[in-house]
């Protein structure tokens, strides 16, 4: 049962005294609480979400604003720089526009850019083409040795075009013994769809669109993978990564197969069960991006609470400061202001950042906390990738990272989401901050949507460091996926409760707090690549 009270949160320095409701079971004050100071919080999330920030998208003036915002704030705590002598870490990006008047050909069948199919790059080229590229369909394109199962098997995909099923076996047979069954692993997610393409060599991957495995619909596909994309650029250009990254809806699958004699939706119940052979289709794919190529720097942003005793290990606090900027909807400009998503996140970095500098002057926490807010998350973890991979501190020397994706602002609950079940050992670590708080852990509602890879914390988990995701963008606002994310409804609101931000970051202080000041390395444990990375690095 859940009990409402009202407490004057102290040390807030207003004019009339702020009255906030937090719908927490009963518990002792702690030290966090007593220092919240929500009106600073309520300030944070409206000024990064405010019109005059454009969306905050990167290489955007609302870029420079949010910057500057972040950076003048944590040098107004005291804090150190997280990049040396920089707040600041540049990340060099690609911006590539490809010409959208495209058409994409297969087997004589002609379909249309947008409506039937979508078609990027990642490539640094001008010019990407598909010239009677042999079409196979591989299934679900997986290569999972621990799931036993290998759809490239025995087969040469070397050129050529592969179609292949979102999700993963798991989905579409409901059985647990699959997979995970219902939950969706990484081998769903569409990124490791077109990277085991190009590992094995692939030149196209075109993912056929469902609604109900993919998560979301069509139009989520289509804005995302038209117009203007952002991407990291390596030292050859990102000529190892499949040429053609593409999408097509489930009818266009349908007559593909037909025109190879075949049909569809059979072979996509064959596709699920084990040992299921790659079929080529017999038919040439063609297809020409034409792309114009402009380079460019972003910035994620960090700031470092040195510890006491081992300052070298590192506890991890971030949330991603980027939206997706100004857009043009119905011949009208409208601001995505990603207000919940995740200007409340941001907000959230900030008070902890606040709170523990304050902590530190009478009792420092044993290992250092890096408070970090990356860039480019919205277009595919690209902020956290280029962290990953030049970490300002080795990635065997952090010890968690934690990382908020949008918070409740809602009335607080008697429950935290929990992402991913018998991950790693930080789940102990939030079993016991929400039974000291009296509240649940609640198993992810929705684990097919894979949101355990979907944001920040995966890119650092790639590098063996174990992640734990906050994130409360539906299960308190049930309008809100529906007609708030990703649109121009997502704004701060006066009227929020903020009860749900007061526990859940009461909760987030209470695990910094434990995972700073012990000696403990969280371990990974499922077998995953995850864990032989950790395990590589002495952290077993």
Not at 162 to 167: E, K, Q, R, S, W
Not at 220 to 239: E, H, I, P
Not at 520 to 537: M, T, Y
């Amino acid at each position: 049962m859940i009990i409402t009270w009202e407490k004057v949160v102290k040390n807030i320095l207003l004019a009339t005294s702020l009255m906030v409701t937090v719908s927490l079971p009963a518990l002792a004050e702690t030290a966090f609480v007593q220092s919240l100071d929500l009106a600073q919080y309520r300030t944070d999330v409206k000024t990064l979400a405010s019109d005059a920030f454009g969306g905050r998208a990167p290489l955007s003036e609302g870029e420079t604003l949010t910057l500057d915002y972040l950076v003048k704030a944590f040098k107004d705590m005291g804090l150190k720089p997280g990049f040396g002598d920089s707040y600041l870490q540049a990340v060099p990006l690609a911006q590539i526009s490809a010409d959208q008047n495209m058409q994409l050909d297969i087997g004589g069948l002609k379909f249309a850019n947008g409506s039937e199919f979508t078609a990027r790059t990642q490539r640094i080229a001008e010019t990407v083409s598909l010239n009677k590229s042999d079409v196979v369909f591989v299934g679900y394109g997986i290569n999972a040795p621990e799931y036993g199962w290998n759809d490239y098997q025995g087969l040469d995909v070397k050129g050529k075009t592969v179609i292949v099923l979102v999700n993963d076996p798991g989905f579409a047979t409901q059985d647990p013994a699959v997979f995970k069954g219902n939950a969706m692993t990484y081998y769903g997610r569409w990124t490791y769809k077109y990277e085991e393409a190009a590992r094995q060599g692939a030149e196209a991957v075109f993912i056929v669109h469902e609604t109900a495995p993919a998560a979301y619909g069509w139009g989520v596909v289509q804005n995302s993978n038209t117009g203007t994309k952002f991407t990291l650029v390596d030292a050859n250009n990102n000529q190892g990564q499949v040429g053609v990254m593409g999408w097509v809806q489930h009818e266009t699958a349908q007559k593909i197969f037909a025109k190879a004699g075949l049909d569809f939706d059979t072979l996509k119940q064959q596709a699920a069960k084990p040992n299921f052979k790659a079929i080529p289709l017999k038919l040439s794919a063609q297809l020409t991006l034409n792309n114009k190529i402009e380079r460019a720097e972003s910035h994620n942003v960090a700031a470092l609470l040195p510890g006491k005793t081992r300052p070298d290990e590192v506890v991890m606090m971030h949330a991603h400061w980027d939206h997706l900027g100004t857009v043009i909807e119905d011949g009208k400009s409208e601001i995505l202001n990603g207000a919940v998503d995740n200007a409340s996140g941001v907000a959230g970095v900030l008070v902890l950042a606040r709170y523990f500098k304050q902590q530190a002057k009478m009792a420092a926490l044993d290992r250092s906390v890096l408070f970090s807010a990356f860039t480019a998350e919205e277009t595919g973890l690209i902020g956290a990738q280029h962290f990953a991979q030049h970490p300002s501190v080795p990635t065997k020397n952090i010890v968690a990272f934690l990382n908020i994706d949008g918070m409740n602002v809602n009335k607080g609950v008697d429950y935290i989401l929990r992402y991913g079940e018998g991950v790693s050992e930080l789940e102990q670590y939030l079993d016991n901050a929400a039974k000291a708080q009296e509240r649940s852990v609640k198993a992810d509602p929705r684990p097919q949507n894979g949101l355990m890879f979907r944001s920040d914390h995966f890119a650092l988990a790639q590098q063996g460091v174990p992640g734990l995701l906050f994130m409360s963008l539906g299960d308190t606002d049930p309008d809100y996926i529906a007609h708030k994310y990703h649109k121009p409804a997502d704004d701060y609101d006066p009227s929020w409760n903020l009860g749900g931000v007061s526990q859940d970051l009461d909760l987030i202080a209470s695990m910094i707090t434990s995972l700073a000041n012990s000696t403990d390395w969280p371990h990974w444990l499922e077998s995953s690549d995850f864990k032989a990375k950790r395990e590589q690095d002495g952290r077993k």
